[in-house]
């Protein structure tokens, strides 16, 4: 089985930082994408960024500047710096990834990381 702990969540003011930080462990045979979504308080959960093995990242286009995902495919990390907090980025953060059947593989499995909750006061 695969696990994904995320770190770094917290409180911070408008206009702070964080970084936040997943490691996927277990039955790892290689990872594909990995990266960040986000769910608010009765919202849907939103696409924050992707990274894949490469380093190629994507980015929703409202949080492009101000986040900026990374990759350490030794460690099986992400992570996602982000910078100039809003009280709108306040929500919470979950890291996935999409890990390669061992087996099978061809077959993908997405797997979620608990959350972390982020909240920006103004």
């Known amino acids: 089985q695969v696990q994904l702990v995320e770190s770094g969540g917290g409180l911070v003011q408008a206009g702070g930082s964080l970084r936040l930080s997943c490691a996927a462990s277990?039955?790892?045979?290689?990872?594909?994408?990995m990266g960040w979504y986000r769910q608010a308080p009765g919202k849907q959960r939103d696409l924050v960024a992707t990274?894949?093995?490469?380093?190629?990242?994507n980015y929703a286009d409202s949080l492009k500047g101000r986040f900026t995902i990374s990759r350490d495919n030794a460690k099986n990390t992400v992570s996602l710096q982000m910078n100039s907090l809003k009280p709108e980025d306040t929500a919470v953060y979950y890291c996935?990834?999409?890990?390669?059947?061992?087996?099978?593989?061809?077959?993908?499995?997405?797997?979620w990381g608990q959350g972390t909750q982020v909240t920006v006061s103004s």
């Open positions: 996935f990834a999409d890990i390669r059947d061992p087996i099978r593989t061809m077959l993908i499995h997405t797997y």
């Open positions: 277990g039955s790892i045979f290689s990872i594909n994408a």
């Open positions: 990274i894949i093995s490469s380093g190629s990242a």
